[in-house]
């Protein structure tokens, strides 16, 4: 047996012992979870609780310990002393409580990201140990104390080297999931990880730096390390689009933490579904802060003094609603500081009370309180002073609010002054439109201004009646049993009374517009428009934020170009950090010179000083004759790269991306071209997958934002630039899609294209 051999086995059987042990903990957790739930409905209340809770936490113990299966074990470090120390998904100690395995966020892990030859402390070796499922494949000695002995070691074995786990994991094929990077995190990386909770951290990178990674790992990294802080307020990650999340969605479970909501601005409010579109322009207008002060006029202008007002008779008297009565109910509701529909009670109740007044002036007696309740309930239940309190405090809801901004030019050349008549025509729509993604920062900012459905107060607050009586009924129950400090307390036995028993923090925190997080991750932060921005402001008052993106790379008109105004605005100056990531681990250097060339050429600013690997013939040009000879090249070259890269185990990614009015021709004619050219077997499989997952996807710029793929097709880049709103977006857009490939970039293109855009 080599030496090297003999460090495989020695490792296999450090693997298979950690594989073992948590192969035990899975089946005692899932042997004890059976128990609890054999014992069915047996018993006091109390003690059924007490079984809930147990079931709850069991299944979620045995989810993570499911979701950690692949590569458990991925490094070692060797100190001073002979110590060996191995690092992996979680943390791990044997039946007799020893340590096994140090969790990768534990301080005691650090040194397998940030130790360096220059600065290792007592640390003399780092190993990186790669598996296939359960095997050691290999194995990768960094020493970094150059006078030990183990220098002469590693290298008899053949094992010492640098980056070789790195490249390998970026040479692999695509799985349209997100992997981690817990094997392979940088020290650039980890020092942004393990950044503390209570800052904004800012992370700019060009295309393939690995900033997404970042931001997920330093989720996990801070629900590992604030554990009690953030268990009970969550953590929120907001992502560009549903297939982006769709692509990420197994990295943090694979991390050990699957108590995370993901959402996109689109889907933020519970219940409310955005599916209309707007023009980019129009959405840079619905985006501008001032859109703030337009709804804050709207709202205003509906709390108002009427032109008339009535009179009532009562039990003979006649009754006025006077103008100074409803000025200072309009002064008491405003002092509040309430929202409009919750305020609204403050001025219903101080009208009525002060026309009540107004009968008891006339009086020659003093009534009683039952004639003075009766008096009351008169004046609340008459249709002419409903209606007048209506005009002038109207209650209102969110979305009948912006469809009425949206749909009356009168209205937005009000409230909005600052608009111009072509903007304002622009914006204006049907009132029964659908609602947009950049509607439903509109519609946040409306509902914190409203406050909450006025239809809903009276069912709320029976529901809120009936919850209070619960918990206190759950209250008694415990102290009865006096219990109550441990796993099981009030709320955990009011749950398990409805049925509720299993809802996780995040399911709450999801179903909850008003939730308040205790973080909050952004990726393709550049999008957001300051309303967004304001919208996700409101979910995090401890303003801690992870935020990362790329401003060469935004193609929101109202987005970000520069951190330092967007962050300054938000944040003010000493509260955020800038961070920059230069290493593009993603592109061959090939394609990641031509796309920092296109952009350098038309003004974007670049982060991304290099790409880490070459690949030959990684870039490919085509040029034909006309619109003929380029469905030709298309079909062609698709069928190239769905022989190179689209596997029939379903790895392998795919993406033709075209001109936003070419898509349906596009898709229809690569379709018929795999129909044509591929076994009829594998076109089933791609006809039968997601659409989130495809291999082989045809698509538009503002798809692919955040995705990789093995190999991209760009089709017609200087039609995708014609058909952008502005140079610098359509810059953006071309930067995006260039630097999608991990593997192969083909341009295709006719002449006339070519000349409208040359790179």
Known sequence: MSSYSSQLHEEQQMVDRAYSRLDALRSQTKNRLSTVRAAGSHGSPTQRTERDSFATLYEDRLAQLRAVEDRLVFGRLDDTQGNRRYIGRIGMSDDRHEPMLTDWRADAARPFYEATASNHGDIVMRRHITLNFREVTSIEDEVLDIHSARVGQASDAGTLTGEGALLASLGSRRTGKMTDIVATIQAEQDRIIRAPLDRTIVVQGGPGTGKTAVALHRAAYLLYTHRRKLNNSGVLVVGPSSAFLHYIDQVLPSLGETGVVSRTIADLIPRISATGSDTPYNAKLKGDRRMHAALAS???????????????????????????????????????????????????????????????????????????????????????????????????????????????????????????????????????????????????????????????????????????????FAKDTLAQAGIGTGIVNSQTLLDAMNDNSGELTAQRAAADREWTYGHIVVDEAQELTAMDWRMLLRRCPSRSFTIVGDVAQTSALGGTRRWETTMNALFGPQRWDLNELTINYRNPQEVSMLAADLATQEGLYISTLNAVRAVPDAVERIVVRDSHDLKAAVVEAVIRLAHAFAANDGTGRVAVIVPASQLTSTHELVRAALRQHLDASFVAQLDAQSPWDRQIVVCDTDAVKGLEFDAVLLVQPGMIAEESPSRLVAASELYVSMTRPTQRLIVVRTRRDEDELSF
């Open 298 to 472: 709207a709202i205003a202008a509906r709390e108002r003094v009427p032109s008339m007002l009535p009179s009532m008779r009562i039990n003979g008297i006649e009754v006025p609603m006077l103008r100074v009565d409803v000025e200072q109910a309009l002064t008491d509701a405003h002092r509040t500081r309430q929202p409009h529909n919750k305020a609204r009670e403050t001025f219903v109740r101080s009208m009525l009370g002060a026309m009540r007044n107004r009968y008891v002036e006339r009086l020659d007696y003093t009534p009683e309180q039952a004639e003075l309740s009766d008096v009351t309930l008169q004046l609340r239940m008459n249709d002419d002073i409903r209606r007048t309190l209506n005009l002038a405090w109207l209650p209102m809801t969110a979305i009948w609010l912006v469809s009425q901004l949206l749909s009356k030019p009168r209205q937005l050349r009000r409230f909005a002054p600052w608009l111009s008549e072509t903007d304002i025509q622009s914006l204006m729509r049907p009132r029964e439109s659908s609602m947009t993604r950049s509607d439903i920062a509109l519609l946040d900012d409306a509902m914190e201004m409203l406050g909450p459905d006025p239809k809903d107060v009276a069912r709320q607050a029976a529901l809120a009646s009936k919850r209070s009586a619960d918990e206190q």
